[in-house]
């Protein structure tokens, strides 16, 4: 087993509050699912959408990163997989998904393999 | 944060139910002139509590997490526009001052004054300037957290139609002063007719509207009933004719489940399986209408409580006291009448004295040529044809009804009905 990070990016906000609902039952319903298959090693949290960035040298600290909508992380989750293109299949369940958003699905590196 | 310890119950359309109550109160914070800004407000605090929840799974309490975030974005807002806007004129000092700003939130945010704020919008929303058809749609729309797709989608009526309703709606609103002062008895008690009036449009919407979907219909039930004993909760609201409307929606909705057979046909009252009524909506419609009768008004909402009374005591079709019901309708066309109190009427005196009998009274309605699009007319005509064995007229009547069927629901009940005819047998 080795380890994987999911990144959210992107992802339409509902138009209404029952359809942000929905979208919440099904985020509750997939990890449910990969929790329950022993994928999940931390649940990992939300992002706040803007923060600082901080510039090399002068060390300057300026508000950022201002991606677009549809490149900014969300959220992040550590799972566990036999490869990463289990980790790849495990994504597809995702919701972002269906919102018009994309997961990376990042391996974490090991040392000494 | 254990989405285990959270029912299914407790976060049945959660965010909708909570939706309606924080746009009610952040606009009471913020005055109805700033209306839009209370609903970006609300929307993004959802937004956000949908983000962590998603991810961290929802917390013990959701409707308090709601409520909290909605509080604080409320008060971010307040403090980032207090300079450029005004807010609530009333409550204006209170909210410029440091010191006061946030222990007011506090009490406008507590159970009781978000209630208190759920009736000021619902008075506010049935505006005398808006009519009937715009008072019931800003109602989904505010306070049930509808969008303008899914109220399109529920009363099978185009996008832009609604959205412009609603735009011109909330411009009336906004427009008013301030939002509808509940404390004020005879300003209460004058709006109230048109409050109960919308929520009783809103629940008949659901009841008999044109939506195919009928869990979108039991949804709009649900909302008038849960609009209604918001009503009910308020000392003015409480009247005998508040009572009777709960009363009609009770036993009503009582009848709901057994109006869908397992395959998602319409059962007729006649061969509804009457078991699946639900028992204890009909105790609590029964209840309501003993309350209801007090005072000396008799109301369109008193007589059509009965009826449903008098449905939801007969154990089948053929017990059901049908001159009740035909003395019930002649009040009711006396007090309230319409087409469709006098098609109902019809129907009841074919039942009570025979189908002949219910021909002459369809025919003779007046004003039955707003008949002409609504397919249950045509469907009465047909019933009594067939009853009284002329079964090729009744197969006529039917496929005139099959003809303005609004969904495949109506559609798929009237080829059963027309199938009847042809096959020999009721």
Known sequence: ?113 | MREASTSPDEMDHLFRRESGRMVATVTRVFGVHNLALAEDVVQDAFCRALEVWSIRGVPENPSAWLVATAKNRALDALRRERTARDFAPELGRLLHSEWTLAPTLDELFDDGAIKDAMLRMMFSCCHPRLGEDAQVALVLHILCGFSVAEIASAFVCGHAAVEKRITRAKKVLAGSRQLFDVSAPADFSARLPAVQRALYLLFNEGYHGASSEFAVREELCQEAMRLTSTLLEHATGATPSTYALAALMSLNAARLPGRLSPSGNLNSLFDQDRSLWDRSLIADGIALLDLSATGDVLTEYHVEAAIASVHAAARTAQDTNWVEIVSLYDTLMAIRPSPIVALNRAIAIGQAEGPERGLEELTAIEGGERFKDYPFYSAALAEFELRRGKRHVARERFLAALAVARNPIERRFLEQRVGACEAGGS
Not at chain 1, 101 to 109: F, K, L, W
Request: glycine share 14%; aromatic share 8%.
């Open chain 1, 1 to 113: 087993m080795s380890e994987f990070v999911f990144l959210y990016r992107g992802g339409n906000r509902p138009t209404s509050p029952e359809e942000g609902q929905q979208v919440m039952q099904k985020w509750m319903a997939w990890f449910k699912d990969l929790a329950a298959k022993g994928h999940v090693v931390d649940r990992g949290q939300p992002l706040e959408r803007g923060g600082k960035l901080v510039q090399a040298g002068t060390k300057a600290v300026t508000d950022g990163p201002f991606a677009e909508a549809k490149d900014v992380i969300g959220g992040y989750t550590l799972v566990k997989a036999a490869d990463i293109s289990e980790a790849a299949e495990l994504a597809k369940g995702c919701p972002v998904l269906d919102r018009g958003g994309q997961v990376e699905v990042r391996p974490v590196m090991k040392l000494g393999v």
